[in-house]
Structure formats: C-alpha cells, structure tokens
T-cell receptor
C-alpha cells in the first residue's frame, strides 16, 4: 500500500548547521507531497508542499524537491535556528480527496 | 471560523467511561479527518468524511470508536468504554477538495485524552 518512510530521530544539531531529513515514499499513483511541522505544544502546520515531479516547495528557509525517479522528498535547510526545534512529518496524498498518509515524524533539536 | 477548532483541549476520564470529542472545521471545507497521536508516535488515521459520501472508517481501531458529522459542519468522535491505551492526542483536520486543488489538511490543536 501507499506509505511514507522518513529518517528516525531524534536529530540534534548546533545552530547554523545544515539540515537534511530524508523522506521516501511508495505510492500507486502520482501523489502530492507535504512536510508538516509540529512545534512544542502546538498543532501541526503545513511547512511546504509539492504537487508534481521536479517541483520545489519552500518556506521559512526550508526546501524540498519532489524527485519522482528516487521517490523522495528530502527536507533541507542551510542554517538551522533554535526556533526550528520541532517534529517534522513527511506526508503524501493521492488526489484532492482521500487520506493524508504520514511518516512517523523526525524530532529535531537545535542547540545554541 | 479562522481555523479548525477542537474541544475539549484536555479531557481526563476514568477507565470504562465514554467520551465525546468535538471538531469544528474551517467553513467551506468539504473534507474532515480524525487522527490519533500517541505520546512520541506518529499520526494514526482514524476516519475521513467527504461531503455526503459514506465515511472512510478504515482506521478506527475498534468498535468502541465512532464518529459522526453533520453535513459539512461539526464532527463528534465518540469513544465508548475507554481504555488506558486510548490515551492520546486526537487531532481533527479539514480540507477543501475539488478539481485542481491539492487538498492539503489544516489541523486543529487537538484534544488530549488521558484515561486513568
């Protein structure tokens, strides 16, 4: 079935370090791909999305490129901040209807 | 409203009692979802409502769980005879669906359920 696999956490980085969180997917069709973020004590928020192959989603300095050939949607940021500490979820959705399928989440801690 | 609203934000109950959790989606959103997030875990899909179609109940973990939605408005998730393993944050989300949209989900802040 359709699924999302993302790297296990927790990930601990120093401020200004480079971040990559890997995400790969399995889907029967052509999904839209999403990264959601959950800051401590808050609800899930959409961070970025991409709807077709080679699209790049970006927001708040984060980027992810939809790679159909490798079925991946890795999240990157060039210089993380303490305020980026959160749990990051990769997700896919087939069409405008239907369920959003999540990965298990990756907890990021950024130290000053 | 401006966002998805859930109530109560916190609920503590005794094992064996029934609980009801409420979700008020974003106005105009045709789809509504319930997810469960246990401590330190990912999101577990429970149920999905789309317009007037029959809901997708494939994620409900047992027949103690049920949900209803009134038209394209409020939804209630009911857990009967609660067990300690039901302790979790229950998240509601809504989305706009239609041609040409990706249907991204907008989440409420969740209802934290603790079963003693």
């Amino acid at each position: 079935g359709d699924s999302v696999t993302q790297m296990e956490g927790p990930v601990t980085l120093s401020e200004e370090a480079f971040l990559t969180i890997n995400c790969t997917y399995t889907a029967t069709g052509y999904p839209s791909l999403f990264w959601y973020v959950q800051y401590p004590g808050e609800g899930l928020q959409l961070l970025l999305k991409a709807t077709k192959a080679d699209d790049k989603g970006s927001n708040k300095g984060f980027e992810a490129t939809y790679r159909k050939e490798t079925t991946s949607f890795h999240l990157e940021k060039g210089s993380v901040q303490v305020s980026d500490s959160a749990v990051y979820f990769c997700a896919l959705k087939l069409g405008s209807q239907g369920n959003l399928i999540f990965g298990k989440g990756t907890k990021l801690s950024v130290k000053p | 409203g401006a966002g998805v609203s859930q109530s109560p934000s916190n609920k503590v109950t005794e094992k064996g009692k029934d609980v009801e959790l409420r979700c008020d989606p974003i106005s105009g959103h045709t789809a509504l979802y319930w997810y469960r997030q246990r401590l330190g875990q990912g999101l577990e899909f429970l149920i999905y409502f789309q317009g007037n179609s029959a809901p997708d109940k494939s994620g409900l973990p047992s027949d103690r769980f049920s949900a209803e939605r009134t038209g394209e408005s409020v939804s209630t998730l009911t857990i009967q005879r609660t067990q300690q393993e039901d302790s979790a944050v229950y998240l509601c989300a809504s989305s706009w669906t239609g041609t040409g949209v990706t249907g991204e989900l907008f989440f409420g802040e969740g209802s934290r359920l603790t079963v003693l």
